[in-house]
Nanobody, 123 residues
């Protein structure tokens, strides 16, 4: 079992950067793919991107590629989501999730979820 805790959210201005962290528990953390998702008010949850267990593979959804970067430090059991050039449309609760298989873009394919961290981007 994996427990995940997100942190790093907050209120920023358009154009700013923010780095979210996803801290995981357990000695097997490095065997889990971590996906990042977000959910804006009144909208469905959407896939942001993911990283494989060893960090060798990453995938980004849609327009996030180029502005968002996912990395991980398995020695610290932590995955990061670096977000640059933020705009108000990035306002959402951001979640990390874990699955023991390859990167997937569907939330239902992930076994474990964090509680989420709020990101608010003002114009």
């Amino acid at each position: 079992q994996v427990q995940l805790v997100e942190s790093g959210g907050g209120l920023v201005q358009a154009g700013d950067s923010l780095r979210l962290s996803c801290a995981g528990s357990g000695r097997t953390f490095s065997t889990y793919t971590i996906g990042w998702f977000r959910q804006a008010p009144g909208k469905e949850r959407e896939f942001v991107g993911g990283i494989s267990g060893n960090g060798g593979s990453t995938y980004y959804a849609g327009s996030r590629k180029g502005r968002f970067t996912i990395s991980r430090d398995n020695a610290k059991n932590t995955v990061y989501l670096q977000m640059d050039s933020l705009n108000p449309e990035d306002t959402a609760v951001y979640y990390c999730a874990a699955r023991p298989s390859a990167i997937a873009g569907v939330g239902g394919m992930y076994n474990y979820w964090g509680q989420g961290t709020q990101v608010t981007v003002s114009s």
